[in-house]
């Protein structure tokens, strides 16, 4: 792989080589444009070279190629295949491309380790990626709608007839979701940034980093090769992209993975400014790892965080946006640290090719990054570090043929612990080495390393190590504003906890301040990023055609079938039935009670319940109310409703009285088809009324049905 690496824009792959150039026709009267060809030898390009080995792997360059034209290919064909299809239709395809990559995942791994990646930071790399997609994949069919809209939030009635009533709803946003990502994972950090567009219906146009961009490449042409991606839904660009900004309009969001600095200048962009483009950014992070005054050495907590710090240093070689960048400790405890983690890395780590056997530690991504590393290492002894632990001179490494020695065209790093006598150095909170580096800080009370956490500035994640309860919630409550995602790591938790540094699918992978302030991850929050919520005020029959959710006064079908005789096929929105009256006895609450159990004194003393301000007596019991509702309007006989799986959203209203009488109205609410199965959820809108037509109770009744008629 020397060549050019290509780029999949508008449907198929393309690569610098005979670039047409206009030349203008002196000879003609009125001069026109002619073109002429360069050899692809002339293309301008830059060289990507092996982590370990320096060796050339291949070279990039977007010279010809026609960024607006794939920007508009994105908000056209991309957008007209993806909203063919429903929220569980893109969730079951995220599946699929998890499989596919799955089935050929040692060439990505191969690649991989021509990035500096040893097998474990592969498998962080790639198969976390691949989980990513299945995450989002159960995430998207269990909480989405199996439709294109999705509604947020209660209704909110907007008029006393319950004629006039307002909603929240979210659409896909008309654009093109653009990643520009950083070096370290390009793997997951693309899947991360495409499955929630994708699910959301939004397609994705991925810019990897250089350095490592044909690792990004090879997973791209592994989907492409699938034929599993809707046209238009995924294109990668290799190379830099100087004037992407200029062609991006509303509508278009960017997710920018990187540095701080970069960032604030691309947020000053007119587009983002001014034009509407959403622009999101995870940028450089000095994150903290907190080790409570509990935690002296020898106990659970204490062992747990110094394999934890040394994990964080020397996993991708530091190389990552939520390594631990400072080590905030008792003053006590100090030495005791320093000594452990000095042992540990000596007893777990070899620094080398990770194609070499017993690798543990590969180089960083490029000799530019090492130099960048060495730069703020130099900074943070300028500042007042004294390295502790590790040296920053040139290592020596083991290589891929077994020999150990000097790697000059490498780029390695050892890892190394800095210690700050002085805590407060403005430095030790700004200055990022973006590497197996870590800075010792020592602390008296639980105030002050609160303190030293937030000087950061803003972090993607910080961790506690105590089994002290109060520490932890003092510190916890102290640090979270400052934070996007905090570990509480103790005894009970050390061996199931994903790390300090492992972003999960469900959960928030951001941070506030200089961490970006954006939201990576999320669960369904990443989804509806890609998506507009928007106010929508009208009838209850428009409110239903436009959610696909039945609205009380919106139209209904009593008809002559009952619904429970209908299958998918045949049951529609608003579908219902009203049921008969019937009255409530005293022998019938005391008769529940006993049998039951539950005898409550709101249903068997009558003095006590009437002194009870929510009664006026002896009142039914709520769950006997429910169950005469579930008598009332189920159909007994075999048919297209499977089963009853749940009740939601239960509020009792109006307490009923023995003489009262209730009946219930049942209403086809939603009706969610599953696509790998032969049924589907239906939503019921259950309605329990007294005799005075008062609500008595409303909720949510959950039924599985058959796609098609059972046979009798």
């Known amino acids: 792989m020397t060549d050019f690496l290509p780029s999949y824009v508008q449907g198929e792959w393309w690569t610098p080589g005979w670039v047409a150039e206009p030349v203008e026709a002196p000879e003609s009267p009125s001069p026109s444009p002619v073109l002429s060809e360069r050899k692809r030898d002339e293309v301008k390009g830059t060289d990507v070279r092996d982590a370990s080995t320096g060796e050339v792997v291949t070279r990039v360059s977007t010279e010809g190629l026609d960024l607006a034209g794939a920007l508009e290919y994105a908000r056209t064909t991309g957008h007209a295949s993806l909203a063919e299809l429903t929220f569980h239709q893109r969730a079951l395809l995220l599946k699929q491309f998890a499989l596919a990559l799955t089935e050929r995942k040692d060439e990505l791994y191969a690649l991989s380790a021509r990035t500096g990646a040893t097998k474990t930071d592969s498998w962080v790399d790639i198969d976390g990626g691949i989980g990513v997609l299945f995450s989002y994949s159960g995430k998207g069919r269990r909480e989405l709608p199996n439709g294109r809209v999705h509604v947020d939030g209660p209704v909110e009635p907007l008029s006393k007839d319950g004629s006039f009533l307002g909603r929240h709803v979210y659409t896909t946003l008309p654009g ?20 929630p567009a994708f699910l959301a219906g939004m397609p994705t146009l991925v810019k990897p980093a250089t350095p490592t961009g044909y690792l990004a490449e090879a997973m791209v042409r592994i ?11 995924l294109q990668l660009v290799t190379g830099s992209v100087p004037d992407l900004f200029d062609h991006l309009r ?15 200048k691309l947020r000053q962009h007119p587009a983002v400014q001014t034009g509407g483009v959403r ?13 409570g005054t509990d935690a002296v050495e020898g106990t659970p907590e204490f062992n747990a965080y110094v394999r ?43 620094l080398g090719d990770p194609r070499a056997e017993g690798v543990t530690m590969g180089p960083l991504a490029s000799t530019a990054q090492r130099d960048e590393v060495l730069r703020q290492v130099q900074k943070l002894q300028d500042a007042g570090g004294r390295v502790v632990v590790g040296s920053p001179d040139a290592p020596s490494v083991r290589h891929a043929d077994g020999s150990t020695g000097p790697a000059p065209d490498g780029a390695f790093v050892a890892p190394l612990l800095l210690r700050f006598d002085d805590a407060n ?4 909170h700004d200055v990022e080495a973006f590497g197996p580096v870590s800075s010792l800080l020592t602390y008296s009370t639980t105030a002050e390393a609160a303190e030293l956490v937030a000087r950061g500035g803003g972090s993607l994640v910080t961790s506690i190590a105590t089994h002290d309860p109060a520490q932890a919630v003092e510190l916890a409550t102290r640090i ?5 995602r905090m570990l509480l790591l103790d005894r009970d938790d050390a061996r199931s906890s994903t790390g300090h540094g492992s972003p999960l699918p469900g959960l928030v992978h951001g941070g506030p301040g200089r961490a970006g302030g954006g939201e990576e991850l999320g669960g369904i929050r990443a989804v509806l990023h890609h998506m507009q919520r928007t106010a929508v005020q009208g009838s209850p029959e428009m409110l239903t055609a436009l959610t696909g959710v039945w609205h009380a006064g919106a139209t209904t079908n009593a008809g002559d079938r009952h619904p429970f005789r209908k299958s998918l096929a045949e049951l529609r929105i608003g579908d219902q039935i009203a049921s008969d009256a019937r009255e409530v006895t005293l022998d019938d609450i005391e008769t529940f009670a006993h049998f039951t159990g ?28 429910v169950s005469w509702a579930a008598g009332l309007f189920v159909d007994p006989e075999p048919g297209p409703v499977l089963a009853n799986y749940g009740l939601e959203n239960l509020r009792f209203i109006t307490p009923v009285s023995p003489g009262d009488s209730i009946r219930v109205e049942l209403t086809a609410k939603q009706i969610t088809p599953r696509e790998t199965d032969e049924y589907g959820e239906v939503r019921w809108d259950a309605v329990i009324r007294n005799q005075d037509e008062e609500i008595v109770a409303t909720y949510d009744v959950l039924t599985l049905v058959s796609k098609e008629a059972v046979a009798a």
């Open 425 to 428: 150095v403005e430095a030790v």
């Open 480 to 484: 979270a504003p400052f934070n996007g």
């Open 279 to 291: 622009f999101t950014t995870e940028t450089d992070s000095i994150n903290a790892s907190v080790l």
């Open 176 to 195: 093109v979701a653009v990643q520009i990502n950083a070096f370290n994972f390009p793997v997951w950090g693309s899947l991360e940034k495409l499955a």
């Open 598 to 625: 539950d005898t409550f004194y709101a249903h068997m003393d009558e003095d006590s319940a009437a002194a009870n301000p929510f009664f006026p007596g002896r009142v039914a019991h709520g769950y006997l109310l």
């Open 223 to 233: 989907l492409v090769e699938s034929g599993l991606l809707p046209e238009g839904s």
């Open 250 to 264: 509303l509508g278009d969001l960017v997710g920018f993975t990187g540095s701080a600095s970069t960032a604030e």
């Open 308 to 350: 934890q710090l040394v994990a964080e240093m020397t996993t991708k070689a530091g190389q990552k946006c939520t390594a631990i960048r400072r080590a905030i400790v008792p003053r006590a405890t100090a030495d005791a640290v320093t000594d452990a983690v000095r042992a540990r890395i000596a007893e777990k780590t070899v």
